[in-house]
């Protein structure tokens, strides 16, 4: 499959270029094609299927082999390179994908001024060569930018692989890492006490007819030290019977063992269980629990190596748990320790997850910046059990909790205003530019002296195009009101009719850009389905007032002139509804795999941490099992024996249990052998998506 990927491409561009160039010529019997240009032809379509066909291992060579072979097919006429142009995008594309920025950096200029060169070699030194030149920078830093967004996608799924890969080998290592620790504790709690009591007893067994008064000293010893003994054992054995894995578990012991598994992954969490809070277990807690294990993941993607803090405080009176999730943004790298990926996605299936769970119970969850930019904050209010269950309603009373939420809401406003201009990518202003100035291009072939003219609807048109993954509603509403600047320029004798006619028809591609934007950042297709009747109804107005302006209105003094102007309105607007659909179709098609991709990620980084932990938990369960059966045992009848007054029985029962504690500690510290695979307990993960 990826040898085809490879060649694919390749072979397609030079088959095009092929049948039109010679193709066409030779079924047309054109004379000018002989037997050298011909030869010529098929050798440079090998060449450049070959320099394509490289461009995934070394780009950079790819692009300057392409650009060399276009340079070298120079005594060709001008069809014979016409399709083979669109190599140097493709290689082009690849070193943005493939290489770093400065690569791309010094490789597009450099492909841009062998270009020009060509431009000016082939078409007349004048307008023409001037202006395919522009052409091509708009197009080369239009593609620069969409190799980089994708390189950055690439990188995110790497990174995601990366710490799914760590956190696999952590569930791995999970039931041996508990294996060594309990065999260290067992080690000291209980190894030294039933030898001493096994040396002691038989120490007074041997010298009991010379020192009758040591066997006394040894039953007492041997009672006290059982005791001891069989007490750090029960307690152990507790401990271990604990299950953080458990719903029925107390919510502070599940949510500690939990950060104890992320911390192994990288993140540095700092727990705070209120009192009340920590032996809560039910509904509420299950929801708290669930919001933070879905924080800690988001944590962990966003800004791995960051210290997080998590706060859970339960209300003496009502019961409610209030959980708070923040993280530093140590790694997030962007302006502000917010990264960037957040500030677009932070309404991703995980946020709409944890607002969820955080509703079914009546609750409230917002998630967004820290009011100092510093990170990302995660808190939520949950009813607890003895709270009514309520639906959140829009109350807008003077509560604590709304006045809290109505602060932070507008300290977060007032710090993406002051980020407004951060963060903006390289796609969205090669996208940008590249509207603003096709619109720019069509008036100077039209009109050369009207181009002044034509900028500046041109870049109103296409400025809002900046903002479009942030904002897209605006955007899409920005670029329907700007597309009246034609019309209204015509109306008041600003512009011609040529000019206006290129403007608006030109400057439709910012229409169908918002409207892609809207189908793949606005939210989920059941939401933003109704652009696309806004934006042909727009693009319908608009055409219909350039109509009008344009002298159509006069006929509005015959019968049918108002009518004459709605039917063309109405049969615009029915025509622009396919392209306007399948733009937003396309947009939603793109926001749905990249939702499932990212939910496919974090739930299997999820399930992988948690099964961690329910491993460790289901290997202190089975020693737990093993102590209370053998060794507890022992233990117990020591002390029995002891106020039997039995000083044999005491000596047996002990060697007995220190035995069964040798065996035990044996089979804890017994490493696997390289070919075996420990039996693992399954855990759920869902249908992978490809990246």
């Known amino acids: 499959m990826e040898r085809i990927r490879t060649w694919l491409l390749p072979v397609l561009t030079a088959a095009l270029q092929l049948a039109y160039w010679p193709g066409r010529a030779l079924r047309e019997d054109d004379p000018a094609v002989g037997a050298v240009q011909l030869v010529a032809a098929l050798a440079a379509a090998a060449a450049l299927t070959a320099a394509l066909a490289a461009r995934r291992g070394r780009p950079v060579a790819a692009a300057l082999a392409v650009e060399a072979v276009l340079i070298a097919c120079l005594p060709l006429p001008q069809d014979a390179t016409l399709v083979h142009a669109l190599g140097v995008l493709i290689a082009l594309y690849s070193v943005a994908v493939r290489c770093p920025g400065r690569t791309a950096a010094v490789v597009g200029p450099v492909l841009a001024v062998c270009e020009a060169g060509r431009s000016v070699l082939v078409l007349d030194p004048g307008a023409e060569a001037a202006g395919e030149a522009a052409v091509n920078c708009v197009l080369f830093l239009t593609v620069v930018g969409l190799g980089r967004s994708r390189r950055r996608w690439l990188a995110g799924r790497r990174t995601a692989a990366r710490d799914l890969a760590r956190a696999e080998s952590e569930r791995a290592r999970a039931a041996l890492t508990e294996r060594e620790r309990l065999a260290r504790e067992l080690h000291d ?48 054995v507790a401990l271990m019977r604990t299950s953080a894995a458990d719903e029925e578990s107390p919510l502070g012991e599940r949510v500690a063992e939990l950060s104890a598994g992320f911390a192994r992954l990288g993140l540095h969490p700092a727990v705070r269980v209120a009192p009340e809070a920590a032996p809560l277990t039910g509904p509420t807690a299950e929801a708290a629990f669930a919001i933070v294990r879905e924080a800690l993941t988001n944590a962990l993607r966003y800004a791995p190596g960051s210290t997080v803090r998590i706060d859970i405080l339960a209300g003496a009176a009502d019961g409610t748990v209030d959980v708070t999730v923040e993280d530093d943004g140590a790694a997030g790298g962007s302006p502000g320790g917010v990264p960037a990926a957040r500030q677009r996605l932070g309404g991703g299936r995980g946020t709409v997850g944890m607002r969820e769970r955080a509703t079914a119970l009546g609750g409230t969850l917002a998630a967004g910046p820290r009011p100092d930019g510093a990170g990302w904050a995660v808190r939520a209010h949950l009813p607890g059990a003895t709270s009514p ?23 977060q406003q007032r710090a993406l205003r002051h980020r407004a201009l951060r963060g903006l990518d390289l796609s969205d202003g090669a996208v940008a530019l590249a509207v603003a100035t096709l619109p720019v291009f069509a008036v100077v072939v039209e009109e050369p002296t009207a181009a002044a003219l034509a900028c500046g609807p041109a870049v109103a048109h296409a400025l809002g195009l900046l903002w479009r993954r942030r904002a897209p509603w605006a955007v899409l509403c920005a670029v329907l009101a700007t597309a009246w600047l034609a019309p209204l320029g015509l109306a008041f004798g600003m512009l011609s009719p040529d000019v206006a006619l290129c403007l608006v028809v030109a400057g439709a591609v910012a229409e169908c850009v918002a409207v892609y934007a809207v189908g793949a950042f606005a939210g989920p297709a059941g939401v933003t389905w109704p652009v696309i009747g806004a934006a042909a109804a727009g693009l319908s107005l608009s055409c219909l007032a350039l109509a009008a302006a344009d002298g159509m209105a006069q006929l509005a003094e015959d019968g049918g002139g108002v009518g004459l102007l709605l039917f063309l309105g109405a049969v615009v607007g029915v025509a622009f509804l396919p392209p306007m659909a399948a733009l937003w179709g396309l947009g939603a098609a ?3 795999r990249r939702e499932r991709v990212r939910a496919w990620e974090d739930h299997a980084l999820t399930a992988t941490v948690w099964s961690a932990v329910a491993e460790a938990h289901e290997e202190r369960r089975r020693i737990a099992v093993e102590l209370r059966g053998q060794v507890l045992r022992h233990a117990d009848a020591v002390v029995a024996r002891a106020e039997a007054g039995d000083l044999g029985g005491v000596a047996a029962e002990a060697r007995a249990g220190l035995s069964a504690m040798r065996e035990l500690l044996a089979a804890l510290r017994e490493v696997t052998a390289p070919g075996d695979v420990p039996e693992r307990r ?10």
Do not use: C, I, N, Y
């Open 189 to 236: 709690v209980s190894a030294h006490h039933l030898t001493s009591v096994v040396v002691t007893a038989d120490a007074a067994l041997r010298l009991g007819d010379r020192k009758p008064e040591l066997s006394a000293q040894a039953l007492e010893f041997a009672a006290d030290t059982g005791r001891e003994t069989s007490a750090a054992l029960h307690r152990l």
């Open 389 to 411: 269950l309520r639906r959140p309603t829009a109350h807008h009373g003077p509560g604590p909790l709304h006045q809290r939420d109505l602060h932070q809401r507008t300290l």
């Open 590 to 592: 793109v926001r749905t």
């Open 682 to 691: 399954p855990h759920p993960q869902p249908v992978p998506v490809p990246s």
